[in-house]
């Protein structure tokens, strides 16, 4: 049986640096940015970063998927991807494990966890 796999694509207006501090330095942070993320933050069960991240996970309250359990698998500034596993009380079994599509486009080699703009 092949995986089940899924794939959208999104042009934003930001470097990838700016758009690498959003999805990695700040992992814990999408509450802030995600519509239906109602709360986010550290993942008590990985205090400790992956590879240089930042944060080993984060926990969060999503809308349709309840409590979830996000753990960073692999973390690399160079190529500038990012992969996680999710556990939830109401996940579909294809998004259990989730990596970005990188790597990001090419960007200025600004050191990881500081902002560009």
Known sequence: ????????????????????????????DIAAWSPGV????????TPQGVNGSRYGGRVADIEGLG????RITAYDFDTLTLSYTVEAENIPPSSRNSRTPGPLPPMDQTPPHSKPW
């Open 1 to 28: 049986m092949e995986p089940n796999t899924r794939s959208s694509a999104i042009t934003i207006d930001a470097s990838a640096a700016a758009v690498w501090t959003v999805l990695a330095d700040e992992f814990v």
């Open 38 to 45: 109602k709360s986010s933050g550290p993942n008590p069960a």
């Open 67 to 70: 409590h979830t359990d996000v």
